[in-house]
């Protein structure tokens, strides 16, 4: 069975810092990974997503994250945060790649940036 | 992208009632569309998936009597939650997918007097 892990409820930095939101996955097969974003209230909003190619993917709003095969990690970076990056952050994995594959998503990480 | 709708943003219900969520979307044909419940501060768990003109699937631990899911048409599934009581008072969101990226709704929320 697939899973994802956020070993982090929250994650403070400061503005204009770099900051990275940890995740890392289990999959049998090929991992097809997400991240999304959740303001307070409202629905999931994409971010980027992993299928195959390049390890550094980069995604809206100035995000980024790297897949790490050895690792199976898949961080979330920015290199200079802003105060309305604030919001809650799933990594998710899915098992496979068509419209009916599954998404399972990890626990979230409350990103926030203080001024 | 594209759009996945859900209706009511909403409600408030008595002990006991029914409630149904619609979710649609609205510029794709989705033959498979996903349900989902968020407690507060806590993640999405996954808990049925909606097959246009079959049964849904549902995780374990999810009653498929308690939370009923139809999928009638390739754009519209519903999820009924019956006699509801204040324990299923939750955040509801939906999920569809024209292909490789899956879509959200905007959730709906579900407070149970």
């Known amino acids: 069975a697939q899973s994802v892990a956020q070993p982090e409820d929250q994650v403070n930095v400061a503005e204009g810092n770099p900051l990275t939101v940890k995740c890392t996955y289990s999959?049998?097969?090929?991992?097809?990974l997400f991240w999304y974003v959740q303001y307070p209230n409202r629905g999931l909003q994409f971010l980027l997503k992993?299928?195959?190619?390049?390890?550094l993917v980069k995604g809206s709003y100035g995000f980024e994250a790297e897949f790490n095969k050895s690792q199976t990690s898949f961080h979330l970076k920015k290199p200079s945060a802003l105060v309305s990056d604030s919001a809650l952050y799933f990594c998710?994995?899915?098992?496979?790649?068509?419209?009916?594959?599954?998404?399972?998503f990890g626990s979230g990480t409350r990103l926030s940036i203080r001024p | 992208g594209a759009v996945v709708s859900q209706h009511p943003s909403w409600v408030i219900c008595k002990s006991g009632t029914s409630v149904k969520i619609e979710c649609r979307s609205l510029?794709?044909?989705?033959?498979?569309m996903f349900w989902y419940r968020q407690f507060p501060k806590q993640s999405l768990m996954l808990m049925a998936t909606?097959?246009?003109?079959?049964?849904?699937?549902?995780e374990q631990g999810v009653e498929k009597d308690k939370f009923l899911i139809n999928h009638a048409s390739l754009t519209l599934s519903t999820l009924t939650v019956t006699s509801a009581h204040p324990e299923d008072s939750s955040f509801y969101i939906c999920?569809?997918?024209?292909?490789?990226?899956?879509?959200f709704g905007p959730g709906t929320r579900l407070t149970v007097l």
């Open positions: 998710a994995v899915r098992d496979g790649d068509s419209s009916a594959s599954k998404i399972i």
């Open positions: 510029d794709f044909q989705a033959t498979t």
């Open positions: 999959v049998s097969g090929n991992p097809y």
């Open positions: 909606s097959n246009e003109g079959s049964k849904a699937t549902y």
């Open positions: 999920s569809a997918s024209p292909g490789h990226e899956q879509f």
């Open positions: 992993y299928i195959t190619g390049d390890n």
